[in-house]
C-alpha cells in the first residue's frame, strides 16, 4: 500500500466523483481510476459503489476512511512537528504509543483544543517504547502494559471497556449480558496483538470457559461485516464503537452490548520520565496531559454507554 494511494482515495471520498477529485489532484482520470482499483486490489474489497455519474462510499469505504484521516493527520502533524524542530520554537507535546485507534484518536481532539501546540503521535513497537523515553524522544508513552523502569513514572491507568457483538445469526444479546452465555460461540479477534488475546483469555477466564477463537486479522476497519460473514462473536474496544457507529447498520447496532458478567475490559497505561504540565493544558481546565487522558477515555465509555441506551430493546 502506498502513500498517494490514501490520499487518493481520501481527496475521491471527499468529491465523490470522480472527475472533480482528478481535477483536484492534478491528475487524469484514468490514472486515479487505477489508483483507487489497486488500492482496494491490495485491501481484498471494494471501498466504492460506481454509478454512472458518481462514486458512493459503501460501508467498506466508510469505514476505511476512518483510519485513513487518522494515518493522514498524523503525518501533517509530524511534518509540523519538524519544521518547529528547525526554526526552534516550542516543541510541544510527543507522546508514543504501541497500538492504533485512541491513541491518534486522543492527539487529534487535544489537536483541536490547543491548535497553537505542536503534537507529535509516534507509533513504535512495544520493545522500543522504553528506550524512546528514557533517551528523551517522547515526553508520554501510551501502552497496554506497565513500563517496569526506576526513571519510569506510571502516571495513570485507564480502563477502555470491551463490548460484546454478536452476528446477525443470532438474537441480540439480552439484559443483563452474560459472558457465559456465549461459551459455545466461536469468536475472533479482529484488532491484533498479544494484549488483546490476553485480554479476551482472562474476560472469558472469569466467565469460565475457554473461548473458541476460530479466526484472528488485523482488518478491524469491517468487523461488523466479518463478523456477520464469519459467524462469529467479538469482543470490540470501545473507540472502535465510537469510530465505526455511523457506517454499521441497525441490525448490527442492536447487536452490540456492554457486558455486565464479568465486566470486560482493557486497561491503557500512560507513562513518562517525568509529569510535566503546561500552560495550554491549565486554561482548557486539565491540569495535566494525564488529566485530559482520563478524561477522554472516560468520556469514550460515556459516549458508547449513551448510544447502546438507546438500542436497548
Known sequence: MELNQLYYFRVAAETQNITEAAERLHITQPTLSKVIKRLETDLGVQ?????????????????????VNQALDALDRGQQYLESMKTGENRGLRMVSTFFGIPSMMVEQYVKLHPDL?????????????????????????????????????IVSIREPLLLVVPESMDPPASPVRLADYESA????FEGGK???????????????????????????????????????????????????????????????????PKCYRTICLSGRRQSQDAALEKSGFSDFAEYARYFIQSIDRDVSNLLRDRQP
Open 47 to 67: 471501498l466504492f459503489d460506481r454509478r454512472p455519474s458518481r462514486l458512493e462510499l459503501n460501508p467498506y469505504g466508510g469505514s476505511f476512511l476512518v483510519y
Open 118 to 154: 505542536p503534537v507529535i503521535e509516534i507509533n513504535e513497537t512495544p520493545e522500543n517504547v522504553l528506550t524512546m523515553l528514557l533517551n528523551d524522544h517522547a515526553d508520554y508513552a501510551l501502552t497496554l502494559f506497565p513500563l517496569d523502569h526506576p526513571e519510569i513514572e506510571p
Open 186 to 189: 466461536r469468536f475472533g479477534i
Open 195 to 261: 494484549d488483546l488475546n490476553a485480554t479476551y483469555l482472562r474476560c472469558c477466564s472469569e466467565a469460565h470457559f475457554v473461548p473458541n477463537i476460530v479466526y484472528r486479522s488485523t482488518r478491524s476497519q469491517i468487523v461488523h461485516q466479518l463478523v456477520n460473514e464469519l459467524g462469529v462473536c467479538t469482543l470490540m474496544p470501545a473507540h472502535m464503537v465510537l469510530n465505526n457507529w455511523n457506517n454499521l447498520p441497525p441490525e448490527t447496532q442492536q447487536r452490540i452490548r456492554l457486558v455486565d458478567e
